[in-house]
Nanobody, 130 residues
Framework: QVQLVESGGGSVQAGGSLRLSCTAS????????????MGWFRQTPGKEREGVAV????????YYADSVKGRFTVSQDNAKNTLYLQMNSLKPEDTAMYYC???????????????????WGQGTQVTVSS
């Protein structure tokens, strides 16, 4: 069973930066296959979970939500089975619980559909103060 563990959340002032990490385990071919698409989603109380960025690990492409383009950057360390989300120029509206998600394959028109992801981390809180 694939497990995703996030880390790196915290509190920062507007304009600051944070880097989130998501590590998939166990380290195996099966895990790599099952997490070929890894994404970051975020959620605030009373709102639906929204996609932030999705990374196609074997292909290398990354897709970003319009709200974070130019500010957030995804990178990966395949040796560590870890996906990173570098968040710069943070805004108060970025405050949310951030979740890592993964699936082996997802249709291009479903990239931002949380229900289509098979695996989820426990979440890490990001708070941006003005």
């Amino acid at each position: 069973q694939v497990q995703l563990v996030e880390s790196g959340g915290g509190s920062v002032q507007a304009g600051g930066s944070l880097r989130l990490s998501c590590t998939a385990s166990p380290s195996s071919y099966s895990t790599s296959y099952s997490t070929n698409y890894m994404g970051w989603f975020r959620q605030t109380p009373g709102k639906e979970r929204e996609g932030v960025a999705v990374h196609f690990r074997s292909g290398g492409a990354t897709y970003y939500a319009d709200s974070v383009k130019g500010r957030f950057t995804v990178s990966q360390d395949n040796a560590k089975n870890t996906l990173y989300l570098q968040m710069n120029s943070l805004k108060p509206e970025d405050t949310a619980m951030y979740y890592c998600a993964a699936v082996s394959y997802i249709r291009p028109d479903r990239l931002w559909a949380p229900d289509d992801y098979d695996y989820w981390g426990q979440g890490t809180q990001v708070t941006v103060s003005s």
